[in-house]
């Protein structure tokens, strides 16, 4: 029995023996000879450089104008069209362009009556006082000229001028949709001359005084 238990702390004091001894010899193998500052035996942290940030550049402000509703500009629309803005309804052609060479001629009544006759009055009627019918306009019917439109005339005899040459010039077409009958461009397609232009004009002028 008393063999059994030397055995025991035999081997007791062994372990203890060999825990001090490897203890030891980890102390000295980090510290070294030095035992009041061992660093080395201080658990080694690893640490994350921070890396460098690019200075981050904010966003353009963006401003959100509310911008100003444009205000339409005076247009000009088909033969009973209007001027838009300008207060007035004014009868345009339908078909583009200016004033021609009559407006800067002399117009005789007489001989545009003799070229109404001959060019005009099978449409409009004799001495323009026609107004007959044109299907699928949506007047229904082809203007009379005597009387004529009252938004046509003016007390200035060269806008009243103008206002008719821009018709027997370029011709015009009725609205609707599908009319029968449209004005021809007379000057245009040269079948009347500037002078005799000018001569049926002067002729509805004196119609409409």
């Known amino acids: 029995m008393d063999d059994f238990r030397k055995i025991i702390y035999g081997v007791l004091v062994g372990f203890v023996l060999m825990v001090a001894v ?31 940030l690019v200075p981050a550049t904010p966003p353009a402000v963006i401003h959100f104008i509310r911008q100003p509703t444009p205000t339409p500009s005076p247009s000009i629309t088909a033969e009973a069209g209007t001027e838009v803005g300008t207060g007035s309804t004014i009868p345009r052609p339908s078909n583009p362009g200016g004033p021609g060479p009559a407006l800067n001629l002399v117009g005789n009544a007489e001989a545009g009556k003799e070229i109404f006759a001959a060019n005009c009055a099978i449409c409009h009627g004799a001495e323009g006082k026609g107004g007959y019918p044109n299907l699928g306009s949506s007047k229904g019917s082809i203007p009379t000229l005597n009387p004529i439109d009252p938004l046509l005339k003016d007390p ?8 008719l040459d821009l018709f027997v010039e370029h011709g015009s077409t009725p609205q609707g949709a599908n009319p029968t009958f449209s004005m021809l461009p007379w000057g245009d397609k040269g079948m009347l001359k500037a002078q005799q232009i000018a001569d049926v004009i002067a002729y509805i002028i004196s119609l409409n005084k």
């Open 22 to 52: 490897w203890i030891s010899f980890l102390t000295f193998s980090g510290c070294g000879s030095v035992l009041n500052n061992c660093n080395a035996a201080a658990p080694k942290v690893d640490r994350t450089p921070i890396p460098t």
């Open 156 to 163: 200035d005899q060269r806008t009243f001028f103008a206002n």
